[in-house]
């Protein structure tokens, strides 16, 4: 059974910076590509980042590129979202999910955590 689950949200003056982590179980690891997403209050669910299989490659959306980086250890089962130059924008439930394929088909989510920016 897979499972996903986050940790590292919180809350942080604007400015600062936090590091998310997925743990990931119940499957290989290595074969998902995987990604973040996250959900402000009222708003729908936006795509933060992905990374491929190997880790070769990422993803980044416009409005975080240059201040957030998705990043894995397959050694660890373990996904990264490091973000700095937090802003107020980007208060949210940010999730990891996991895409089986490749495809951009996330069949998998954590149950996320919140971030908090304050200004």
């Known amino acids: 059974q897979v499972q996903l689950v986050e940790s590292g949200g919180g809350s942080v003056q604007a400015g600062g910076s936090l590091r998310l982590t997925c743990t990931a179980s119940g499957y290989t690891y290595n074969m998902y590509c995987m990604g973040w997403f996250r959900q402000a209050p009222g708003k729908e669910r936006e795509k933060v980042a992905s990374?491929?299989?190997?880790?070769?490659?990422?993803y980044a959306a416009e409005s975080v590129k240059g201040r957030f980086t998705i990043s894995r250890d397959n050694a660890k089962n373990t996904l990264y979202l490091q973000m700095s130059m937090l802003n107020a924008e980007d208060t949210a439930t940010y999730f990891c999910?996991?895409?089986?394929?490749?495809?951009?088909?996330?069949?998998?989510w954590g149950q996320g955590t919140q971030v908090i920016v304050s200004s």
């Open positions: 990374i491929s299989r190997s880790g070769f490659t990422s």
């Open positions: 999910a996991a895409d089986p394929s490749c495809v951009r088909q996330y069949n998998y």
